[in-house]
């Protein structure tokens, strides 16, 4: 069924291109004759040429996980309160951003900062190709503006961490060790419930994971505090581990396509890769070039002209 899904999705990408292209034809031949104005021949074509990138963007979203939802983490970096407020405002400009495509949002971790803002948060972002295109967003982003943190009105810089990986589900296969895993049970915050604080239902999973390729070991943690009972809460946290190990065992496959052209800037999990100057009105992709001056608009979730510009770069299929 996934199948048929997609490939009708293809053809009726096709047929809106092709329809739209004929109707440009018209356009041009019928204005020659009087029969349309000039501004119905623009409106013919800027249809034609809205489509056709809709449907080339599409192509550059071919591989299996590309289909998938996503799991989004936002990590603040070093500097406190500074750091905190910005993850908090990239928390927002996702959401907002998954809200404006239909896509539905599910919070499984939120930790607050200790005066503002969060130290970190995990949710799930549901809805076809939701991955597809937020893996541009993986990697560092910088924040620089004047602080409203700070009595002197300094220039800031601060920095916060973006990890998305696929959100696999039951029919996704990954083999996960029970002798490799183990359960911490802990008081969930917030405020609601007659169980929180009270009952343990928040669980921490840890997991040691061994790298297949050097054999060096390492522990995933997650945590999960979405549900007031504890088997939900496990089931999410084991649902978050398979994303996770579904994400790795694709980098190993994908490591020889991680090599790009030496004119293209090179892509790392976890290098900076985008700058959000408030004083100065920009906001810049270092891997693509593409930047923009209205910060307000990004901020509100309007990364949609990055995300393009970075599929368009880096996510062409293999010839």
Do not use: C
């Amino acid at each position: 069924m996934a199948r048929v899904k997609t490939n009708k999705k293809w053809i009726s990408n096709y047929e809106n291109v092709h329809s739209a292209i004929e109707e440009l034809t018209l356009a041009v031949e019928y204005i020659r004759e009087g029969i349309v104005s000039e501004d119905e021949v623009d409106t013919a074509y800027a249809n034609a040429l809205k489509v056709t990138e809709e449907a080339e963007l599409a192509n550059m979203l071919q591989g299996e996980e590309d289909q998938m939802s996503a799991v989004l983490k936002i990590v603040a970096g070093a500097g406190g309160t500074e750091s905190q407020d910005w993850a908090q405002m990239l928390m927002r400009l996702y959401m907002r951003w998954a809200e404006a495509h239909d896509y539905k949002v599910t919070i499984t971790n939120l930790q607050d900062g200790d005066d503002a803002g969060i130290k970190t948060v995990t949710f799930e972002i549901e809805g076809d190709t939701a991955y597809g295109y937020l893996k541009s967003e993986n990697g560092v982003h910088r924040l620089v503006r004047v602080s409203p943190f700070n009595a002197q009105g300094k220039r800031m810089t601060s920095f916060a961490s973006v990890f998305v990986t696929p959100l696999v589900d039951d029919t996704i296969e990954v083999h996960v060790d029970p002798s490799k895993v183990s359960w911490d049970l802990f008081r969930a915050g917030g405020a609601g419930g007659q169980n929180v604080n009270k009952v343990e239902t928040g669980v921490r999973l840890r997991y040691q994971y061994t790298d297949p390729d050097t054999g060096e070991t390492e522990e995933i943690l997650i945590e999960n505090t979405e549900t007031r009972k504890q088997t939900e809460n496990r089931e999410n946290a084991m649902r978050l581990l398979r994303s996770q190990l579904y994400e790795r065992e694709l980098r190993r496959r994908n490591a020889a396509k991680a090599k790009i052209e030496a004119s293209k800037k090179k892509i790392e999990w976890g290098a900076q890769i985008r700058s959000y100057v408030f004083d100065d009105r920009r906001v810049k992709d270092h891997r693509t070039g593409f930047q923009t001056s209205d910060v307000q608009s990004v901020m509100d979730g309007n990364i949609d002209g990055f995300i393009k510009a970075f599929l368009m770069e880096f996510g062409a299929p293999d010839a």
